[in-house]
């Protein structure tokens, strides 16, 4: 995933939502739609990338939060 990619931002890694999922009284938040606008696997960023949400919103997350729409 790289700036310029259109994700999908969860509140919850992949395996936290599956985990969930066993349980029908745990409540799974919708995921928002975002845009990547800084990080690219180096150092600096590692496995974090900056999203800015639909919503205006800046926000920094692991790529096990995120999903690629392609």
Not at 22 to 39: C, M, R, V, Y
């Amino acid at each position: 995933m790289i700036p310029g990619d259109i994700v999908k931002v969860y509140s919850l890694t992949h395996k936290a939502r599956e985990a969930a999922k066993a349980f029908s009284d745990f409540p799974i938040p919708e995921p928002q739609i975002g845009l990547i606008t800084k990080g690219d696997g180096s150092p600096e960023y590692g496995d974090y990338r900056q999203v800015l949400l639909s919503n205006g919103e800046k926000v920094t997350k692991s790529v096990h939060r995120l999903e690629l729409i392609q």
